[in-house]
């Protein structure tokens, strides 16, 4: 059994991104989050190693600093990728992302929209 190496707290949250390189543009959805990564959801998810310009899109949220509409921008580095596997059906297939930098104003919508989801996790 494979130890969990992941420090921060993942929610799950359902974002449309863009990951966008020089050459190519992929569509996805978030699967989860933390204030350090996420994993997006994509049919043919990018290289290992591949730097993104990580576009999160509709980021509105209750608390959140920014209006109705708006989308925050994030450096991105591409640590894990996940294909169609049929011994592995179960696993959706994306990308596991690392953000690299981001803006404060990006970095307090993610850590408001944790702190959001942990406060509904606990009311449940």
């Excluded at 996420?38 to 899109?57: S, Y």
Aim: proline letters at 6%; glycine letters at 6%; a positive charge.
């Amino acid at each position: 059994m494979q130890q969990e190496r992941r420090k921060n707290i993942r929610v799950p949250v359902k974002w449309p991104v863009v990951a966008e390189t020089e050459k190519r543009i992929v569509y996805g959805t978030t699967a989860d989050l933390s204030e350090r990564g996420a994993f997006v959801r994509c049919p043919k998810p990018l290289e290992q190693g591949v730097v993104v310009d990580l576009v999160i899109q509709d980021v509105s949220l209750i608390g959140c600093p920014l209006p109705l509409g708006s989308f925050i921008r994030i450096s991105a580095g591409v640590v894990r990728t996940q294909e169609y596997d049929p011994d592995k059906i179960n696993l959706p297939r994306g990308m596991a992302v690392r953000f690299l930098r981001m803006s404060k104003e990006a970095h307090k919508v993610i850590s408001t929209l944790i702190t959001h989801k942990l406060q509904e996790h606990r009311i449940k």
